[in-house]
């Protein structure tokens, strides 16, 4: 079986004036709030159980319990004074559970089938970009497993905000996190920072993805260039298992 984990707890401030009010991932792209499109892609995977942290103006999310059955939200206290190294931490017990998603919580995903079929191995979904990047990329050795997730590189897959664990992989992380946020000192810390520091004890590859298939969203001015491209739609649920990667 597999659950899923959603980190929506942020305060979305490179987004104001629109959450001023309202929590990022429930930001409408294309007229759906951005985490009902995780969720739709979460069900179409068949996930069991997922689990969205939750904190700044949590209660606007209680909408979801009702529209999704198998959702339980879990308070992060600590979303306004930690990073999101805070939110794994505080549902570390429900990611040793079971196989994992781990999910940012204020993605777009146009095509409810793209986590179709669910991986057969750990790692974080990717998109490949040429040239320079200052965003959080992969680096790769021979063999296909990642040897560093972090900040800057050249001609390397970029991170989308999703990533998949074995059982084995998800319960290892989520104690190492547990242990890190023990220390004061370590909660201002990236989640995948953690994940860095462990890679020699982990198995994990990236699953390659298009540049639009998880869409990243965090300014006003990029909310507003999605929904300009027509091109972008959410697209009708297949029937049967679906399309891989």
């Not at 068949?46 to 308070?75: C, M, S, W």
């Not at 540049?211 to 297949?238: F, G």
Request: hydrophobic residues 35%; charged residues 25%.
């Amino acid at each position: 079986m597999t659950n899923a984990i959603l980190m929506a707890s942020g305060l979305g401030t490179r987004m104001r004036p629109l959450t001023e009010n309202r929590p990022k991932p429930l930001i409408k792209v294309h007229g759906e709030p951005m985490i009902e499109s995780i969720l739709k892609s979460l069900q179409a995977a068949n996930v069991r159980d997922i689990y969205v942290v939750v904190g700044y103006l949590a209660e606007q999310f209680e909408y979801l319990k009702d529209k999704y059955p198998n959702i339980t939200l879990i308070h992060n206290p600590d979303y306004n004074s930690a990073n999101n190294i805070s939110s794994i931490y505080y549902a570390a017990e429900f990611m040793k559970q079971d196989d994992c998603f781990v999910c940012e919580a204020d993605l777009y995903i146009p095509d409810p089938n793209i986590l179709m079929p669910i991986p057969t191995f750990s790692g974080y979904y990717g998109k490949m970009i040429r040239g320079r990047s200052d965003d959080w990329v992969f680096d790769i050795n021979s063999r296909g497993y990642i040897t560093r997730v972090g900040k800057n590189g050249n001609n390397c897959y970029n991170m989308t905000g999703i990533s998949f664990f074995k059982k084995k992989e998800a319960a290892y992380i989520a104690e190492k996190i547990q242990e890190k946020y023990a220390k004061s000192l370590d909660r201002n810390l990236f989640w995948d920072e953690v994940v860095n520091e462990n890679l020699s004890s982990l198995a994990l590859k990236v699953l390659p993805i298009g540049k639009e298939k998880i869409i990243e969203i965090d300014t006003v001015d990029e909310l507003n260039s999605v929904n300009a491209n027509n091109k972008i739609r959410p697209i009708k649920r297949m029937t049967g298992r679906g399309r891989g990667l």
